[in-house]
């Protein structure tokens, strides 16, 4: 996937002394080190003064396709050159650096240059719709570092799904309707490609597999979990081969993520349940997958995934706990291993439950999440909206289901305490669906910036 791109250039006057205080290259060094940190690419689109060099920054960027231009006010700049870098098409960040030194003459005069681009570049309708965000210290302080990797994790999601190709394989799970997916809003919004495949093409690419690979699956699937003696062998075989189509199917087509629907194809078909083979997916090869069809919930779990840097999740809110303002998030076996404390294989407690042991299925999960910060998130209302919440997995929480499951406190929207009760006020306002998207980290911050990038509205906070 491509990286994330940044062009930085300074603005400065020769009436300051940007160049005396080497302001762009001390400025260029450390930005350069922050970058390969949070693995974005940096381009050196240099210092200048004039309108007409601005102009030529604009077109030698054309070639760079950057995601961003960065402007550091090296110094104080006149309006006319906030004028030609603003007509780059792409995201504006403004950078001011502090003053070198007081009690002399105003050195920089960097702040002012920073207030005056910003003013024009929202004010003036030439720049209706333009994101314009700011960044102000030095490349190395830590206010600067916290507001810049907040900005790059919004542009990581932003280029993360317009590079998104989804395999919708098998449609929504029966009467989930408020999951049938509007692709084409996905295309329009976020550059989201879809390809529809039937459930025939998992069929037929698991009866290809050879022996020796489905064998190696097997193993692949019960990595860092302990099987329960009740799986029947024969079921873990069958996930692995469940898992092996679909990775095959993921290199056929070229796919990125994937929205399975994983009853009741996978029952009629294999004779399981792919909780596991759907996890491994994601925790082994990097490949977001949601259950049950869920095309935003695989789209939330990649923009999740690439805020935070770790995998992504789907769970129900499945239960509340008024007591300790929590909620149970939960799902019936798929779930990530990096999340769990001592992951078991299990049959799927559910399914086949009234029809006896003999008819029990593999192979879910079983776990209660670590205590770990929590990001709730989900793209809604077909990607118009945004929501984001974080959390903590409680350490010493009320029992939960068998399944994969972690109650979530300390629960927080737009920085401010929510209730439980609220949480399930605004959930029910907005209509968000009832797959939540989970990743560790809190990077709601960054959700709020994405929607802002993205024209996508941000939910906030429903009383009860």
Same mark, same amino acid.
């Given at each position: ?48 003064? *004039?309108?007409?060099? /601005?102009?030529? +920054? &604009?077109?030698?960027? =054309?070639?760079? !396709? ?5 402007? #550091? ?122 390809? *529809?495949?039937?459930? /025939?093409?998992? +069929? &037929?690419?698991?009866? =290809?597999?050879? !022996? ?5 699956? #097997? ?246």
């Amino acid at each position: 996937m491509r990286q994330v791109t940044i062009a930085l250039v300074g603005v400065h006057s020769p009436n300051y002394y940007a160049a005396e205080h080497h302001i762009y290259e001390k400025s260029l060094a450390d930005l350069s080190a922050l970058c390969k940190v949070l693995g974005c690419r940096l381009v050196d689109a240099g210092l200048i003064q *004039t309108a007409a060099e /601005a102009i030529q +920054v &604009r077109e030698r960027l =054309a070639a760079e !396709n950057p995601d961003c231009l960065l402007i #550091q006010n090296s110094g104080f700049s006149m309006g006319d050159v906030a004028l030609e870098l603003g007509a780059c098409p792409v995201p504006l960040c403004v950078w001011a650096v502090p003053e070198p030194m007081r009690g002399c003459d105003i050195q920089l005069h960097s702040l002012v240059s920073q207030n005056l681009f910003i003013s024009i570049f929202r004010r003036l309708p030439d720049f209706a719709g333009c994101f314009v965000d700011w960044v102000y210290g030095s490349a190395q302080d830590a206010v600067f570092v916290a507001k810049f990797t907040t900005l790059v994790g919004a542009l990581k999601a932003q280029c993360a799904l317009r590079q998104t190709r989804v395999g919708c394989i098998g449609g929504v799970a029966p009467s989930f309707y408020n999951l049938e997916p509007d692709v084409g809003a996905a295309r329009h919004r976020f550059g989201v490609e879809t390809v *529809t495949l039937p459930f /025939a093409d998992v +069929v &037929r690419a698991a009866e =290809a597999l050879p !022996n020796e690979e489905i064998a190696a699956t #097997q193993r692949t699937l019960q990595y860092g979990a302990a099987m329960d003696a009740a799986v029947r062998p024969e079921h873990l075989r069958q996930a692995a081969k469940g898992y092996a189509a679909l990775r095959k199917l993921c290199e056929k087509h070229n796919l990125s993520a994937l929205a399975v629907a994983c009853w009741p194809d996978f029952q009629q078909h294999f004779g399981i349940v792919p909780c596991v083979a759907l996890s491994a997916l994601q925790d082994q090869l990097g490949i977001p997958t949601a259950c049950e069809g869920d095309f935003w919930g695989a789209l939330s779990m990649v923009m999740l995934a690439h805020m935070s840097g770790k995998t992504a999740m789907l769970a129900d809110l499945t239960d509340l706990s008024i007591a300790d303002e929590a909620a149970l998030l939960w799902h019936c076996g798929a779930g990530s291993v990096l999340y769990a404390d001592a992951p078991r294989l299990i049959n799927h407690p559910m399914i086949t439950r009234r029809q006896g042991p003999e008819a029990a299925m593999g192979v879910a999960y079983d776990f209660a999440m670590r205590s770990m910060p929590l990001t709730i998130a989900r793209l809604t209302n077909q990607g118009q909206s945004v929501l984001g919440v974080e959390g903590e997995v409680l350490e010493h929480a009320p029992q939960g289901y068998v399944g994969t499951r972690g109650w979530v406190g300390a629960l927080r929207l737009e920085g401010q305490p929510l209730r439980a009760m609220d949480l399930l006020e605004t959930l029910f306002s907005e209509g968000v669906e009832h797959h939540l998207a989970l990743t560790q980290g809190h990077v709601t911050a960054q959700i709020k910036l994405f929607a802002r990038l993205t024209g996508t509205a941000y939910i906030t906070a429903h009383q009860a």
